[in-house]
Nanobody, 123 residues
Framework: QVQLVESGGGLVQAGGSLRLSCAAS????????MAWFRQAPGKEREFVAR????????NYAGSLKGRFTISRDPAKNTVYLQMNSLKPEDTAVYYC????????????????WGQGTQVTVSS
């Protein structure tokens, strides 16, 4: 079992930056593939980024690559999502997810989810 708690969301103007954090409980953080997903109002939840268990491999949704960066700190049991050059269309609830195995960008592969943190980008 692992519990995930996101933080760092808020209101930001277009062009600004935010860094989301996801703190994971437990001592097996390094065994989990970690990912971020988001859900905009009226839309389905979508993949944002994932990072491998070692942190050596990352993947991004095509439209976000170059603006978003996922990273993890094993010492803090935390995964981060640095978001730059934010746009109004980035407005969504952002969710952290963990998979106790090799996982890709498919939501069904993730076993544990956080409660989400709201990101609102004003124009």
């Amino acid at each position: 079992q692992v519990q995930l708690v996101e933080s760092g969301g808020g209101l930001v103007q277009a062009g600004g930056s935010l860094r989301l954090s996801c703190a994971a409980s437990g001592r097996t953080f390094s065994t989990y593939t970690m990912a971020w997903f988001r859900q905009a109002p009226g839309k389905e939840r979508e993949f944002v980024a994932r990072i491998s268990r070692s942190g050596g491999s990352t993947n991004y949704a095509g439209s976000l690559k170059g603006r978003f960066t996922i990273s993890r700190d094993p010492a803090k049991n935390t995964v981060y999502l640095q978001m730059n050059s934010l746009k109004p269309e980035d407005t969504a609830v952002y969710y952290c997810a963990a998979a106790g195995r090799l996982a890709t960008m498919m939501q069904r592969e993730y076993d544990y989810w956080g409660q989400g943190t709201q990101v609102t980008v004003s124009s």
